[in-house]
C-alpha cells in the first residue's frame, strides 16, 4: 500500500493533513531540522505524537541538519527520548547518522533524506546497507530508474509528488553560505545547539539566492537570466511511479499554511484512492486551479515525462 | 623545510589537450577527468584510451595518476562508470576519487584493490561519516568545502585517514542534473560543447558565481597562501589547487608559487614574497576568498593583517 505523507510545519497543519487524509505526517524537530522556524518544541511533538496515533497514522520526526562532531551525544540523546515516545520514523541527512542510530537503535525505522544524495541504484543500496529502511529520491529520478532500484533494493522508496525542483542536485549545494552565512545559538533544553544559517547540511537555512534575477557574463556578453526555480507537482505521471514500485508520496512544504497542506492532501488522496481514474475535464480544471494557488516559489508547473523518460516540465 | 610526511600537491586535467598544454613541474599528483558532465570535450571519464594514455604519460614523469568519477551519477551512468573504474585498475591508476555513495559501494565490491579518495561532494561533515568511509575503503578524504578548519581538524584527530584540503583555486558549490549554459542557449546562442570551454560568471550586486554548466563554483579563488604554516603545523600535507576549469598558465603558475611557499615555511622564517601575490593576482579575474575555513560566508578572505581588503580592491 502507498503511504501519503504530508508535512506538519505545525500542530494545526499536522491535524488538518491527518484529516484531510494523510496516511502519516512529518515533523521538524526545532533546533535539529531544516527550516527552523517550522520545527516543533517537544511539547508540540508530543501533541502531533497523540493525533497521528489517535486516528491510527504515523508520525515521523526529520531531525536533518547535521551535528556537528561535539553535538552526536545531544543529537543520540534527543533520538532515544523521541523513540520512548513511539514515533514511526526518523529522516537523518548523513551517512553516519544514519549508521549511528541504526547501531544504537535497530528498531526505529530510519529514512535517508534527499540531502544524504541517493541518485542512482547502487545509492540505494549503499543507504539501505547503511540502516535505511526508506531511501527519499529526488524528482530526477524517472519510474525506469525507480524500477531498476525497485527490482535490487528492498529499501521503500519515496519520491516528492509536490515540491520544489532546483537547478542544483538536493544535497549537492552549497551556494547559500557562499553568499552569507553565520552561525547562531539555539537553546535546545539546557544545551546551546550552533546551527550554520547559509547552509542546507548544517542549519537548515537556505537564502535561496537561486531565485535572484542575476547577470551572466562572460565572452564579452553579458545576460540577464537567473537559474531554473519553479514549483512542480506530480499528476499524469503518478501512475507510471505507483506502477514502478514508489512506496510513499511526499508532499513538500511545512512552510505553508495549514489549508493549503490541506487540498494538496485531499487532492493526492483522490489520486491515490482511484490512481487509474485520474481528474480529466472540469474537474481536472479545478484541481489545477487549486494547486497554483498554493504554490509559494515560482511557477507551479507539472511535472511530467518526456519521450526519453527522463522528468521534464509540461 | 623539512617535514616528517612529504607535502602532496595535487590539481585536476580534465582531457588529454589539457594534459599536453601543462607544465605539471609543481605537482605530485593529478586528478583525471571532469566529475561534472559526461559531454565535456574528451572528458577522460569517457573518452577511455585518452585516460590510459594519461595515466601513463603521469606514470612516466614520477607522478600520481588519480582516476576521478562523476560527482552524480545516475542510474544510466553507472555502466560508464564501471568502464572508467575497469581502466583505473587495469592501467594501475593510484587511486581513484570517489564523490558519489553508490560509486563508494562499486569500488569496494568489484574493485577492491583500489585505493579511495572521498572527494567534496561525498558530503563528509562529521567523524562519523569519515569513519564510515574509511571502514569501506577510503584511504584520503576531503570534507565538504562548508566544513571549516577547526572542524576538520577535529574529524581528522579522531579518524585514522590522510585529509585533503584545497589550498587554491575556485570551489564547487553545486553540481546540477541540466547544463545552465544550454538552457540558456536560445538567448547566449551557445551550443555543447564549446559552451563550458568559455569563462562564464553569474553576477548579482556584490558576488558572483562561476557557471561551468553542470557545475557551479565560487567565484572568487579559494587563497590559502598566508595560513600555510597554520596548516602544516595541524598536520595537513596534502593539499589541492584546483584548476579544472583555469588555463594552462594558471595552473603552473599558481602551482609554483604554492610549491615554492610550502617548501619555504619554516617556523619563525615565514614571509610571504610580494612576486607570490603578483602571480595569483595575475591569475584572479574576481578576487580571493577563504571559503569556509573560517566559518564565514565563503566569499570573504580572512586575514590576519588586515590585506584581505587590499587583495580584493
Not at chain 2, 577511455?48 to 614523469?61: F, S
Request: glycine share 8%; charged share 20%; with cysteine.
Amino acid at each position: 500500500m502507498t503511504t501519503l505523507l504530508a508535512p506538519g510545519g505545525s500542530v494545526d497543519m499536522v491535524r488538518v493533513a491527518l484529516d484531510s487524509g494523510a496516511d502519516a505526517v512529518y515533523c521538524g524537530v526545532k533546533g535539529w531540522s531544516r527550516y527552523p522556524s517550522h520545527g516543533l518544541s517537544n511539547p508540540e511533538i508530543a501533541d502531533a505524537l497523540h493525533l497521528a496515533h489517535d486516528r491510527d497514522r504515523k508520525l515521523l520526526l526529520a531531525m536533518n541538519s547535521v551535528p556537528r562532531t561535539k553535538e552526536t551525544d545531544l543529537f543520540l540523546e534527543r533520538v532515544e527520548r523521541y523513540a520512548l515516545w513511539g514515533i514511526d520514523g526518523l529522516i537523518v541527512n548523513d551517512i553516519g547518522v544514519l549508521d549511528l542510530v541504526h547501531q544504537h537503535l535497530p528498531g526505529l525505522p530510519l529514512s535517508a533524506s534527499v540531502g544524504c544524495g541517493a541518485l542512482n541504484v547502487e545509492d540505494v543500496l549503499f543507504l539501505e546497507a547503511m540502516g535505511a529502511e526508506t531511501v527519499i529520491l529526488p524528482w530526477t529520478v524517472s519510474p525506469a530508474d525507480v524500477t531498476r532500484m525497485r527490482a535490487a533494493a528492498g529499501a521503500h522508496l519515496e519520491i516528492f509528488v509536490f515540491g520544489l525542483k532546483e537547478h542544483i542536485h538536493l544535497g549537492r549545494c552549497y551556494m547559500p553560505g557562499y553568499v552569507q552565512r553565520m552561525e547562531k545559538t539555539v537553546r535546545l533544553d539546557d544545551h546551546g545547539r550552533s546551527l550554520v544559517v547559509g547552509s542546507a547540511k548544517q542549519g537548515g537555512v537556505c537564502y535561496r539566492i537561486c531565485k535572484v534575477g542575476c547577470v551572466l557574463a562572460g565572452n564579452g556578453t553579458t545576460h540577464s537570466t537567473r537559474l531554473p526555480y519553479e514549483s512542480f507537482f506530480i499528476c499524469r505521471d503518478l501512475g507510471a511511479y505507483l506502477h514502478a514500485g514508489v512506496d510513499l508520496l511526499k508532499i513538500q512544504g511545512r512552510d505553508l499554511t495549514p489549508a493549503s497542506v490541506g487540498a494538496l492532501v485531499r487532492f493526492y488522496r483522490r489520486l491515490l484512492d482511484a490512481p487509474n481514474d485520474p481528474p480529466r475535464g472540469k474537474e481536472a480544471s479545478t484541481w489545477q486551479q487549486a494547486l497554483r494557488s498554493i504554490t509559494r516559489y515560482g511557477e507551479l508547473h507539472e511535472l511530467q515525462l518526456d519521450g526519453f523518460g527522463n522528468p521534464s516540465r509540461a | 623545510m623539512t617535514l616528517k610526511t612529504p607535502v602532496e600537491l595535487t590539481t585536476s586535467v580534465a582531457n588529454l589537450d589539457a594534459l599536453e598544454a601543462s607544465n605539471l613541474t609543481p605537482y605530485h599528483a593529478i586528478y583525471l577527468g571532469n566529475i561534472y558532465c559526461r559531454l565535456y570535450e574528451r572528458n577522460f571519464l569517457e573518452a577511455l584510451d585518452d585516460l590510459r594514455t594519461a595515466v601513463e604519460i603521469l606514470h612516466a614523469a614520477g607522478k600520481k595518476a588519480y582516476v576521478s568519477t562523476y560527482a552524480a551519477p545516475l542510474t544510466p551512468d553507472l555502466d560508464q562508470v564501471r568502464r572508467v573504474l575497469e581502466v583505473a585498475a587495469t592501467s594501475q591508476a593510484d587511486a581513484v576519487e570517489v564523490h558519489n555513495l553508490g560509486v563508494l559501494r562499486i569500488v569496494a565490491q568489484e574493485f577492491p584493490s583500489l585505493r579511495v579518495h572521498m572527494g567534496a561532494f561525498a558530503n563528509v561533515y562529521t567523524d562519523l561519516t569519515a569513519r564510515k568511509f574509511v571502514e569501506l575503503g577510503a584511504a584520503r578524504i576531503t570534507p565538504n568545502y562548508e566544513v571549516s578548519l577547526s572542524e576538520t581538524d577535529l574529524i581528522s584527530s579522531r579518524v585514522p585517514a590522510e585529509f585533503e584540503i584545497l589550498l587554491h583555486g575556485k570551489m564547487s558549490l553545486g553540481v546540477s542534473e541540466s547544463c545552465f549554459l544550454l538552457t540558456g542557449a536560445s538567448t547566449l546562442g551557445l551550443s555543447c560543447p564549446e559552451a563550458c570551454q568559455e569563462e562564464y560568471f553569474l553576477r548579482y550586486e556584490d558576488w558572483e558565481l562561476k557557471s561551468l554548466g553542470k557545475g557551479v563554483t565560487s567565484g572568487r579563488d579559494v587563497c590559502m597562501l598566508e595560513h600555510i604554516p597554520q596548516l602544516l603545523a595541524s598536520g595537513h600535507r596534502v593539499f589541492r589547487i584546483e584548476t579544472i576549469s583555469e588555463t594552462p598558465a594558471y595552473q603552473s603558475e599558481v602551482g609554483r608559487v604554492y610549491a615554492d611557499a610550502i617548501a619555504r615555511a619554516e617556523p619563525g622564517l615565514w614571509r610571504i614574497k610580494e612576486e607570490w601575490w603578483d602571480v595569483l593576482r595575475t591569475h584572479s579575474s574576481h578576487g580571493f576568498c577563504n571559503g569556509f575555513y573560517f566559518g564565514r560566508s565563503g566569499r570573504l578572505y580572512i586575514s590576519a593583517n588586515g590585506a584581505g581588503a587590499a587583495l580584493n580592491a
